[in-house]
C-alpha cells in the first residue's frame, strides 16, 4: 500500500510540475503576443497619420487649383472638327501621342481614339472609292 501512496505523490508532484510549466509558458507567450499587439498598434497609428497627411494634401492642392481655374480666364471652346484635325496632322508630322495631348490638354487614350478614328474614316473613305 506504501508503494501507491508514493506512486501517486510522484504523479501529484509531476502533475504540479508540468502545470506550473504550461502556466509559465503561456504567460511567456501572452507577453509577446502583448508586444505584437503594441507593435500592431504603433504601426496603424503611424499608417493613419501618413494618409491624413496625404489627403490633407491633396484636399489644398485641389483647393489651389480649384481657386486658380476661377481666377483664369475660361479657354475658347474648341470644335470636334478642328480638334481632330490638329491631333490628325500632328501625328503624320511624327509627333508622339504624349506630346500631342500635352499640346491639346486632352488625356493620351483621348488622341488614341481620335487617331483610331481618322484611321477609320480614311479606310471607310478608300473603300467608297473602290466601289
Keep these: 500500500m506504501e508503494i501507491y501512496l508514493w506512486s501517486g505523490a510522484a504523479v501529484l508532484v509531476l502533475t504540479l510540475v508540468a502545470s506550473f ?3 509559465v509558458l503561456q504567460q511567456r507567450r501572452i507577453a509577446k503576443l502583448g508586444d505584437r499587439i503594441a507593435h500592431l498598434a504603433a504601426g496603424i497609428s ?3 497619420d501618413t494618409v491624413e497627411g496625404g489627403l490633407r494634401d491633396v484636399a489644398q492642392e485641389i483647393e489651389r487649383l480649384g481657386a486658380a481655374a476661377k481666377t483664369a480666364p ?3 471652346p474648341k470644335t ?5 484635325r490638329r491631333v490628325t496632322t500632328a501625328a503624320r508630322r511624327g509627333r508622339s501621342v504624349q506630346d500631342i495631348a500635352a499640346t491639346e490638354k486632352m488625356s493620351e487614350s483621348e488622341v488614341r481614339l481620335r487617331l483610331q478614328l481618322a484611321n477609320a474614316a480614311q479606310r471607310e473613305k478608300a ?3 473602290v466601289r
Design 46 to 48: 503611424l499608417l493613419t
Design 127 to 129: 473603300h467608297a472609292e
Design 80 to 84: 470636334r472638327a478642328v480638334t481632330q
Design 74 to 76: 475660361a479657354p475658347k
Design 21 to 23: 510549466r504550461m502556466h
